[in-house]
């Protein structure tokens, strides 16, 4: 079986050598020895080089004759959603939709990040008795991370 520790290890060193701000995002392997490698990046994205970059060095480390494997490297794509601390990071100011653990969706501008918590910052118009036009409410919404299911990306093409 393919040492994950190895792995890591060998995804780690280019990283470092690199030294663009890349960062794993998840590292699986199959019983059937397909190794998946997702990578972010502080800041931009993700190039095809720098997967390449990453996947040769892997490849080049490790014994085919004794263990054949299966290698993917790829970026971590907006469709999957945060999944690490650095990619919370990353994303303040950006606008996103956190699904909670005990339920509901709060929608809104990632405005902090923490290990322990997000702030996630929306606004409605509201009306205010006696008054014609309507006002801007602005809420903070602090979220546990131990309460967040699920937390994406949201997409605009405006």
């Known amino acids: 079986?393919?040492?994950?520790?190895?792995?890591?290890?060998?995804?780690?060193?280019?990283?470092?050598?690199?030294?663009?701000?890349?960062?794993?995002?998840?590292l699986r392997i199959s019983s059937s020895s397909r190794i998946d490698v997702?990578?972010?990046?502080?800041?931009?994205?993700?190039?095809?080089?720098?997967?390449?970059?990453?996947?040769?060095?892997?490849?080049?480390?490790?014994d085919r004759e004794q263990q054949d494997f299966e290698l993917h490297v790829s970026s971590s794509g907006l469709d999957k959603g945060l999944r690490v601390f650095a990619q919370y990071k990353k994303n303040i100011g950006r606008d996103v939709k956190v699904k909670r653990k005990e339920g509901g969706?709060?929608?809104?501008?990632?405005?902090?990040a923490t290990e322990e918590q997000i702030v996630v910052q929306n606004s409605r118009k509201e009306r205010i008795e006696g008054?014609?036009?309507?006002?801007?409410?602005?809420?903070?919404?602090?979220?546990?991370?131990?309460?967040?299911?699920?937390?994406?990306?949201?997409?605009?093409f405006k």
């Open 1 to 26: 079986m393919i040492s994950k520790k190895k792995v890591k290890q060998l995804v780690n060193e280019r990283i470092e050598e690199l030294d663009n701000g890349l960062f794993i995002v998840d």
């Open 105 to 112: 969706k709060i929608e809104g501008t990632l405005i902090d």
């Open 38 to 62: 997702e990578l972010d990046k502080f800041e931009g994205n993700v190039s095809v080089d720098d997967c390449i970059r990453v996947s040769r060095n892997v490849e080049h480390n490790l």
């Open 131 to 156: 008054k014609k036009k309507k006002h801007t409410i602005v809420e903070d919404h602090i979220i546990p991370m131990s309460n967040v299911l699920e937390t994406k990306i949201v997409i605009s």
